[in-house]
């Protein structure tokens, strides 16, 4: 029997939140101080604290459909140029995993004004309430300054928001966070690194038991996160999952493990949020500078999913993807033994799937040429030499698998940035 995997639930929507701020350092935090924003004006406003919750959360994952380093800096815009394709993005992203499917549809409108009543309706849709109290966190949190002293600047943004009543905000939420913006504590905890712990020790006891299925729908919601940002990425992580979990059915691995490890090549590639599109998508070859950037990627993933303690076989396997046999992998320097086989399974999968794919740079390689790189990494102490083997002599079952997955992920790319145009 498959066991159930304890997600403590702020856990994950941090690491998920964590996970979209590496696209811009810009960002950082701002998906927490809008949780938290949202949270004090619902306190304020006497809703019943199930619906505070679903407004952290929401908060916390307001603007994961902005996937591009632009769309994360024009969200933090006052006025905001076509906000609703990464609402709707981010909708369609959260929906994916049924935990979060509630959310979904607050985030979905979290960028629809007021406009003295007609905002309770978009698109001839109903606008849950909460949608609006985070297009109002979100407003106040872009308008505060991290250089600047946070008393000084309370005025101001009170004055700033107070004067969009009933166009932009509706004049109860507009009220209650008046009545928020009169205690120092408020602005203090905003201004300070304390408002992610402050936000745990609301909702510390609300855990997630996912089995196998859940488990994978979250790391999908992941993996589309991450690939999603390139028409050169899209399908790659779903790629070196199935590559991993049919390497994986070949050696003793339990039936649990399987879904771990394809769990693992959903999210190996997380820390690629810290890189670029201009990088992931140039077509000649990276300058020194740049490739110190693709290099964080590992270092960067491992750090984001630390927190959540029932992923730490899967983060090991994923995250140490670049490791090497001879210790000269990236980045721990990990060396024989002491590498994990699904670490090792995890490598091999990444190296097939990347050069059996379409990049910028090239077309994707041709069988003879796969093997022959597959081989001489196998043969210089890169790769495992068994599980090597492995590859090439079921080749055509597992590169079949990979190809009817990157079929799919590119049927699913395709639907999901019909929202762009």
């Known amino acids: 029997m498959i066991k159930e995997l304890q997600i403590p639930l702020f856990d994950l929507a941090t690491s998920l939140s964590s996970a979209m701020d590496l696209i811009s350092p810009m960002v950082a935090n701002h998906h927490k101080q809008v949780a938290y924003i949202a949270y004090q004006i619902a306190s304020e406003l006497g809703l019943p604290m199930q619906r505070r919750k679903n407004l952290i ?19 933090l815009e006052f006025e905001i140029q076509n906000p609703h394709k990464h609402a709707e993005a981010g909708y369609r992203l959260l929906r994916m995993f049924e935990p979060f499917s509630q959310i979904a549809g607050i985030v979905r409108f979290h960028h629809v004004p007021w406009a003295s009543g007609a905002g309770r309706e978009y698109n001839n849709k109903e606008v849950p309430p909460e949608s609006h ?6 407003r106040i949190a872009v308008l505060i300054d991290p250089k600047k002293e946070i008393f000084s600047q309370a005025a101001p943004i009170v004055e700033t ?15 209650a966070f008046k009545q928020v913006g009169e205690k120092e504590f408020f602005w203090l905890d905003i201004a300070s690194d304390l ?16 089995d196998p299925n859940e488990t994978l729908a979250l790391a999908r919601l992941f993996a589309k996160v991450i690939d999603f940002r390139s028409p050169f990425t899209a399908n790659h992580s779903s790629s070196v999952a199935i590559i991993a979990e049919t390497l994986a059915s070949y050696l003793p691995f339990s039936q649990a493990e399987l879904v771990m490890i394809r769990v693992a090549g959903y ?15 140039k077509q000649d070859k990276l300058t020194p500078q740049e490739w110190n950037i693709m290099r964080r990627h590992t270092y960067y993933g491992y750090h984001v999913l630390q927190p959540l303690h029932d992923f730490r076989t899967i983060n090991l396997w994923g995250s140490l993807h670049h490791e090497r046999l001879d210790g000269r992998g990236y980045p721990f320097h990990i060396r024989g033994d002491e590498l994990a086989l699904g670490s090792r399974v995890m490598a091999v999968a990444d190296i097939f799937a990347a050069i059996s794919e379409d990049r910028p740079y090239r077309k994707a390689m041709p069988t003879h040429e796969v093997l022959a790189i597959l081989q001489k990494n196998a043969d210089n102490g890169g790769i495992d030499p068994e599980i090597t083997a492995i590859l090439r002599k079921n080749y055509h079952e597992i590169n079949g698998k990979r190809l009817q997955e990157e079929q799919k992920s590119d049927h699913e790319y395709r639907l999901f940035t019909e929202i762009y145009g």
């Open 57 to 75: 959360l929401s908060g916390a994952l307001h603007d994961i459909g902005a996937l591009s380093f632009q769309e994360r800096l024009s969200s």
């Open 133 to 138: 109290i985070i297009h109002l966190a979100d």
């Open 161 to 175: 928001i107070a004067a969009r009543t009933g166009t932009m905000f509706a004049p109860e939420l507009v009220e």
């Open 195 to 210: 408002t992610a712990p402050y936000l745990q020790t609301i909702i510390p006891s609300d855990t997630l038991m996912l």
């Open 267 to 281: 999210l190996h590639d997380l820390g690629k949020l810290a890189v670029p599109v201009e990088i992931l998508e």
